[in-house]
C-alpha cells in the first residue's frame, strides 16, 4: 500500500520560512514524478511546484517561482518544499502527491496534508 505522509507544517510570519517535507512508503520512490499541490479553503487544489523523477528538473506556479524549493532524496523516499520569504497568500492545506504511468494507466497517489497557516 502506498503512503504518503506530509509533514513540516505550522504557523509561520510573513516573510519567514518553513520546510514540508513528504515521506513515501509502499512504492519505489524514484518511478513517481512528484508534485506539491496547496488548497484553500473554498478553492480549487493548484499546483505549486513538480519534480520530475531524478531530482533534476523542477517547475513551480508563477506565486511560487524565486521563493519556493522542491527537492526530493531518492535514497531517503522522501520529497521537500523550501518554503521562504512567505506571504499572506501562501496559507492552505499543502499536500503532497506522486504519480507514474504503467501501461497507459495513470495511478494518483495522494498525502493527507499539513496545515500551513500564516498570521497578518
Known amino acids: 500500500q502506498v503512503q504518503l505522509v506530509e509533514s513540516g507544517g505550522g504557523l509561520v510570519q510573513p516573510g519567514g520560512s518553513l520546510r514540508l517535507s513528504c515521506a513515501a512508503s509502499?512504492?519505489?520512490?524514484?518511478?513517481?514524478?512528484m508534485n506539491w499541490y496547496r488548497q484553500v479553503q473554498g478553492k480549487e487544489r493548484e499546483l505549486v511546484a513538480n519534480?520530475?523523477?531524478?531530482?533534476?528538473?523542477?517547475n513551480y506556479a508563477d506565486s511560487a517561482k524565486g521563493r519556493f524549493t522542491i527537492s526530493r532524496d531518492n535514497a531517503k523516499n522522501a520529497l521537500y518544499l523550501q518554503m521562504d520569504s512567505l506571504k499572506s497568500e501562501d496559507p492552505g492545506v499543502y499536500y503532497c502527491?506522486?504519480?507514474?504511468?504503467?501501461?497507459?494507466?495513470?495511478?494518483?497517489?495522494w498525502g493527507q496534508g499539513t496545515q500551513v497557516p500564516v498570521s497578518s
Open positions: 509502499g512504492v519505489t520512490f524514484s518511478t513517481l514524478i
Open positions: 519534480i520530475n523523477r531524478f531530482g533534476d528538473s523542477t
Open positions: 502527491n506522486g504519480y507514474r504511468t504503467t501501461g497507459g494507466i495513470q495511478n494518483d497517489y
